[in-house]
């Protein structure tokens, strides 16, 4: 049986707004990301999961959209978020070897 996303049914134009006012930077840490578009020649798939801009929800609720509750983060500052309490990601979302929900 599927379990429902928590998610909205939005949450990809969302997601896409935060990390374009972010200008593509980490809001914690600076590091620039890679626009899933922009083909970056020689960057091999784990350097790229690397460098995905992730946006998390301060308050650990994915139903909670509202701007002040969203930042963009590095794959490494969003797994820090995660890693001091147990949030909402499902399994595999931080994967540093594989594709991400953003």
């Given at each position: ?17 935060v990390k ?38 301060k ?44």
């Amino acid at each position: 049986m599927k379990h429902p996303s928590r998610y909205s049914d939005d949450w990809q134009a969302i997601a896409l707004e935060v990390k374009e006012e972010a200008d593509w930077h980490c809001e914690l840490c600076g590091l620039v990301c890679i626009p899933p578009d922009v083909k970056v020649k020689g960057i091999n798939r784990n350097l790229r999961a690397v460098l995905t801009l992730h946006v998390h929800h301060k308050n650990y609720i994915p139903e909670d959209n509202r701007r002040e509750n969203l930042i963009a983060l590095c794959s490494a500052c969003h797994l820090r978020q995660h890693q001091r309490r147990y949030g909402s990601l499902p399994l595999g979302q931080l994967s540093l070897f594989g594709e991400s929900v953003s």
